[in-house]
């Protein structure tokens, strides 16, 4: 298949003619800004390199152009060295929608120098939603790639989380995410909240002033770019906490770090410490946890850097979170000894606000890429962390796991909606079984994380229990409700036998009723029957315990032979599904024959056949101590074997060769 016949991309404003000549001084100056990681400004030089205007939306360029270009022109190299650096510099400033057209172009190049065009093409693909599309490309990128190194690895990985995304899509979570207001989400980044005492923190790079000092970024050969610094700085602010309301009204937090930028704020429940990363943002930007301390007069003091034991020498350690009951302090960190570049780790916290020597979580929750963002909620002994080293929807995921700071469960995927095909991290709670909070994304911005409320929805399970002969209701039965991603929730019915539950899955459930004197029922809903609805009703009938023993029927046998028929094992299925449902009951399976033949010969054969009913049981999974197995001969018959003179009576007959079970213990 060739990539796109017409390839829709930003830009280009200029004639066929001009585009193979690229701009030297263009060039130049957007390495230099590559090179220093300014990827908006690299982009915007790279676009001049090849003499595309960047306001030229929507210019859909004709099948063939680009190899056009490419055999004419006497700059090929310069050419396709530009469109791949503008690719990478759409990408790695978060433009995917822009990037995965000029990686379009560039995977047509047979330059080996570009060989993972295709790989980024494939992340492009799926960072807008195309994951079918994404799936292709990254096979074909497979088959073309030659070089032994990770990649082939890593698209591998993306593929699987393709087929997980677009399953996801299909059967999506209850969750509802809503943007906050504007001047919360303001011109830059804006993300990882915090809570306490009513009052709403965050992070913001919200423009500061209009301009700032000249800087001098450097590149290969010398060369050198004059820009003004940023006026987009990290800093924390806060806001009340009704963020929904239309306007917020927002202030910053007055933290004297001097030159260095601050974000990722975590108060310790106190609420006289605040902890967060800072960094100076110039040469390496090594990213540092800091303390703060609040005065008597509600002021922070001057930030302290925390010690070795987070804070490790040329390495970056950063997002604190600090637990709500005040022991533990979890972080992320690049430091040596973790399982991939960044890890979670975690210390004790001391009386006075300073740590202990930080241990690893351990490689059941970190993974070989980077894990980040940790929140801990030590009510229910979960853990959510966002991360991009696992089978995903692609970027970083929400994933949670449970566990005690010693052994953990394997983390699960929180999936669509709460995660996207972008960055998904920092995890705020607006209550203790974390249905309601914050989570900071960028699945709708181009460039940078947004605030977004997030809120489980809730699903309606409604029944009622009635008499299976009688269908009168049940009034008291016991109604137990288990499922994945779902704490175990009981309740009993009411006088009119109903019962209702709110559940926060529709990941599939099991309903369990029980009452005494009744057998129990077990009734289990699927994902695909739950995806659609918010309401469901649940009815179910309960079947009394009789004293007398209960006829399964057509459980045949071959002729003379204990050996069960194929369709006599169906129907004994009823019955297994009753001792499953009844973990408690324990029966006595008992069989009888007609009167041909001996007494010895019938009592004989009855016990083997009894025998082999239980032994069926038994291989499906049945305890053996929950059975025994009787045989009756012909003594207990329940119809004549013979009518009057001797007459053969096969109705009657037919109804004495039965197999049967009664409950021995309730």
């Given at each position: 298949m060739h990539y796109l016949k017409t390839i829709f991309i930003l830009l280009l404003s200029f004639s066929f003619a001009k585009a193979q000549f690229v701009s030297a001084d263009s060039k130049r100056v957007a390495d230099v800004y590559y090179l220093n990681k300014e990827y908006y400004a690299a982009a915007e030089y790279y676009k001049k390199a090849l003499?595309?205007?960047?306001?030229?939306?929507?210019?859909?360029?004709?099948?063939?152009?680009?190899?056009?270009?490419?055999?004419?022109?006497?700059?090929?190299?310069?050419?396709?060295?530009?469109?791949?650096?503008?690719?990478?510099?759409?990408?790695?400033?978060?433009?995917?929608?822009?990037?995965?057209?000029?990686?379009?172009?560039?995977?047509?190049?047979?330059?080996?120098?570009?060989?993972?065009?295709?790989?980024?093409?494939?992340?492009?693909?799926?960072?807008?939603?195309?994951?079918?599309?994404?799936?292709?490309?990254?096979?074909?990128?497979?088959?073309?790639?030659?070089?032994?190194?990770?990649?082939?690895?890593?698209?591998?990985?993306?593929?699987?989380?393709?087929?997980?995304?677009?399953?996801?899509?299909?059967?999506?979570?209850?969750?509802?995410?809503?943007?906050?207001?504007?001047?919360?989400?303001?011109?830059?980044?804006?993300?990882?909240?915090?809570?306490?005492?009513?009052?709403?923190?965050?992070?913001?790079?919200?423009?500061k002033g209009t301009g700032g000092k000249d800087e001098i970024l450097s590149g290969v050969n010398d060369n050198k770019v004059v820009k003004k610094a940023t006026p987009y700085i990290n800093a924390i602010y806060t806001a009340q906490v009704n963020t929904d309301t239309a306007k917020v009204s927002v202030s910053r937090v007055t933290v004297n770090a001097k030159e260095m930028e601050?974000?990722?704020?975590?108060?310790?429940?106190?609420?006289?410490?605040?902890?967060?990363?800072?960094?100076?943002?110039?040469?390496?930007?090594?990213?540092?946890?800091?303390?703060?301390?609040?005065?008597a007069t509600g002021e922070w003091s001057d930030p302290v850097s925390l010690g070795g034991e987070i804070n490790v020498n040329g390495y970056n350690s950063m997002q604190p979170y600090v637990t709500k009951d005040g022991k533990y302090f979890v972080f992320s960190s690049d430091r040596p000894g973790g399982s991939g570049k960044y890890d979670l780790w975690y210390a004790l916290v001391r009386p006075d606000g300073t740590t202990g020597n930080a241990m690893n979580l351990g490689d059941k929750i970190n993974s070989k890429g980077d894990d980040q963002a940790p929140y801990f909620n030590s009510k229910t002994k979960k853990l959510m962390f966002s991360t991009n080293g696992r089978v995903g929807m692609g970027g970083f995921d929400f994933y949670e796991t449970q566990g005690d700071f010693t052994n953990w469960t394997a983390p699960k995927n929180l999936g669509y909606p709460f995660n996207s095909a972008k960055d998904d991290l920092y995890f705020t709670p607006l209550d203790e079984q974390d249905n309601e909070g914050y989570v900071s994304s960028d699945r709708e911005s181009i460039c940078c994380l947004e605030i977004f409320h997030v809120k489980k929805d809730i699903l309606t399970v409604n029944g009622k229990l009635i008499d299976c002969e009688s269908k009168k209701p049940l009034e008291g039965a016991k109604i137990v409700l288990t499922g994945e991603d779902i704490e175990e929730m009981t309740t009993t019915t009411d006088a009119n036998g109903n019962y209702s539950f709110g559940i926060t899955s529709n990941r599939g459930f099991h309903l369990n009723a029980t009452k005494r004197l009744y057998f129990a029922k077990n009734l289990n809903y699927s994902l695909q029957q739950l995806v659609a609805i918010d309401t469901l009703k649940g009815e179910l009938c309960l079947e009394k315990i009789p004293e007398k023993p209960i006829v399964l029927k057509n459980i045949l046998y071959e002729f003379d032979s204990a050996e069960l028929t194929d369709s006599s094992k169906v129907n004994l299925n009823h019955l297994y599904d009753i001792m499953v449902d009844n973990k408690d009951i324990e029966i006595e399976l008992g069989a009888h024959t007609d009167n041909i033949g001996t007494a010895e010969y019938n009592l004989d054969l009855s016990e083997r056949r009894a025998k082999s009913c239980v032994d069926y049981l038994v291989s499906k999974g049945i305890a053996p101590e929950r059975m025994t197995s009787k045989g009756y001969g012909f003594s207990i018959p329940v119809a004549p074997n013979q009518l009057a003179k001797g007459k053969d009576n096969p109705e009657g007959r037919a109804l004495n060769r039965r197999t049967e079970f009664k409950v021995t213990k309730k």
């Open positions: 003499q595309i205007s960047p306001d030229s939306l929507g210019f859909v360029v004709p099948y063939g152009f680009e190899k056009k270009v490419l055999e004419e022109s006497p700059k090929r190299e310069d050419y396709e060295y530009a469109v791949f650096q503008l690719a990478s510099s759409l990408r790695l400033y978060k433009n995917f929608q822009d990037a995965e057209k000029w990686y379009a172009i560039a995977n047509n190049f047979t330059n080996s120098k570009y060989a993972l065009s295709g790989f980024w093409y494939g992340d492009c693909l799926r960072s807008n939603l195309r994951f079918e599309e994404a799936i292709m490309a990254y096979e074909i990128f497979i088959k073309k790639y030659t070089l032994n190194d990770s990649y082939k690895e890593k698209a591998i990985a993306e593929i699987e989380s393709c087929k997980f995304a677009l399953n996801e899509i299909k059967y999506p979570r209850l969750y509802k995410l809503a943007k906050l207001p504007a001047n919360v989400n303001l011109s830059g980044s804006n993300y990882a909240t915090a809570l306490l005492n009513n009052t709403f923190y965050f992070t913001s790079s919200r423009p601050v974000a990722a704020p975590a108060l310790h429940p106190s609420g006289n410490l605040m902890y967060f990363t800072a960094w100076i943002n110039k040469d390496e930007k090594i990213r540092s946890i800091y303390i703060s301390r609040k005065s």
